[in-house]
Nanobody
């Protein structure tokens, strides 16, 4: 599995961005996908995850109601729609694939493959 995250950029507070995670799969199995973020000087934290077919999603408390995770099975792509962005959302965002845990995990160590990260900066 190879993952490619994209869609980051500079946005003003209150603005929106949509991140994409394209998964290149060696098999027909769809892994659970998680989004994580790491702000400068801070530890990586889990943001959200989605089950293999997309019927189950969970969110970290600080992003509930603002972020929405979804996936397009046909395109092997997972999205993270981020609305009402705040300066504290500034971080490098990573997507990761978990080939074993069902429906999906909030624990980074369970993930098997990681994308390269895309930087989100929320600033006026």
């Amino acid at each position: 599995v190879q993952l490619q995250a994209s869609g980051g950029g500079l946005v003003q507070p209150g603005g929106s961005l949509r991140l994409s995670c394209a998964a290149y799969l060696a098999t027909l199995d769809h892994p659970a996908i998680g989004w994580f973020r790491q702000a400068p000087g801070k530890e990586r934290e889990w943001v959200s995850c989605i089950s293999p077919i997309g019927g189950y999603t969970i969110y970290e408390d600080s992003v509930k109601g603002r972020f929405t995770i979804s996936r397009d099975i046909a395109k092997n792509t997972v999205y993270l729609q981020m609305n009402s962005l705040k300066p504290e959302d500034t971080a490098t965002y990573y997507c990761a694939a978990d080939i074993r845990t069902r429906p999906c995990s909030s624990v980074g160590i369970t993930y098997d493959y990681w994308g390269q990260g895309t930087l989100v900066t929320v600033s006026s």
